[in-house]
Every structure is written in structure tokens, then in C-alpha cells.
């Protein structure tokens, strides 16, 4: 049952009543969306969430379980594709105010990464001023740069 307060939530009613941008729907299945992070100076910081409104990763149905780290795993492996990052980071908080909707940051971490914003330091990249932001049209752009390598694993909608 999706939750007024609740970004994520909005965020997919929009989506089943008029669609969303490449950025706020980069792939998705019957289970999970993943969009580009929101007001982010890194390129390629996506967010996969729960298409249901979940706040706590023990109340995922066995069903989301179980495809959670081939999204993982699969998004990791796209973004190499395409950012050339050496690694990612996948992290789960949903601790912020109207973002308590469990949803798992896969972050790519380039070998160019100042060494400041490496391990929880990435975070930091989340509090740059605006005009250090990924536009929406730069988000676009990796995402349907995404779209295309995703198709050539399992199935993600």
C-alpha cells in the first residue's frame, strides 16, 4: 500500500498513472524500479527500491529476496559497462525524512574518485551544491545508456 508521505511511493503511483523519465525508471520488474539518485554530483548513483512500500529489509517477500541481488549484482555490472568504474558500493539506510522506504544505493566508484569520497565519504557527493549536480538531462543519458546494457542480462522489464 504506497504511502502519501513517501517519496518512493509517489514516485511509482506517477509512474502507473503517466510514466516517469528515463532517470526515475532507468529499468524495473514486478518487484523493483531503479532510478538515477536525486541531487547527486556522481554520475551512474542509482537507487533500486521496492515497487511496494517496505521499511525494513526483514519485511521483503521472499519473492523480492530472491531477485534482489541479481538486481544488484546486475547493476553493478552494467555500470562497470558504462562508467568504467573499478567497483561499486551497495548500501541500505532509508533512514532520511520521507525516504524511509528501503531502497539499496549502488554507487560506482571510479578509479578517479578523490580519495575523501571513497568508502562512506561517497555519501559527501550526495550534500555538493546544486550547481555540482547531475542535471536531469545528464541522468537521462545514463540511464538509457543502462537500459542497453541491462537488456543483455536477465530479464528487467
Same mark, same amino acid.
Given at each position: ?5 513517501? /517519496? ?35 554520475? +551512474? ?43 561499486? /558500493? ?6 532520511? #525524512? +520521507? ?30 551544491? #546544486? ?5 536531469? #538531462? ?13 537488456? +543483455? +542480462?536477465?530479464? /528487467?522489464?
Amino acid at each position: 500500500m504506497p504511502t502519501p508521505d513517501c /517519496y518512493s511511493c509517489g514516485k511509482e503511483a506517477e509512474a502507473e498513472s503517466s510514466g516517469l523519465p528515463p532517470r526515475e525508471c532507468v529499468a524495473q520488474d514486478r518487484h523493483w524500479r531503479v532510478a538515477h539518485a536525486l541531487n547527486t554530483a556522481l554520475p +551512474g548513483w542509482l537507487v533500486l527500491l521496492p515497487r511496494r512500500h517496505v521499511v525494513a529489509v526483514h519485511d521483503l517477500t521472499d519473492a523480492e529476496a530472491s531477485s534482489l541481488g541479481v538486481w544488484q549484482v546486475g547493476l553493478s555490472r552494467a555500470l562497470r559497462s558504462v562508467t568504467g568504474c573499478t567497483k561499486t /558500493y551497495v548500501v541500505q539506510f532509508a533512514e532520511a #525524512e +520521507g525516504f524511509a522506504h528501503v531502497h539499496f544505493h549502488i554507487v560506482p566508484r571510479t578509479a578517479d574518485l578523490l580519495p575523501e569520497h571513497r568508502g562512506r565519504g561517497v555519501f559527501d557527493l550526495l550534500r555538493r551544491p #546544486e550547481q555540482e549536480w547531475v542535471t536531469a #538531462e545528464q541522468a537521462d543519458r545514463m540511464a538509457l545508456a543502462l537500459r542497453t546494457e541491462l537488456r +543483455g +542480462g536477465p530479464n /528487467y522489464g
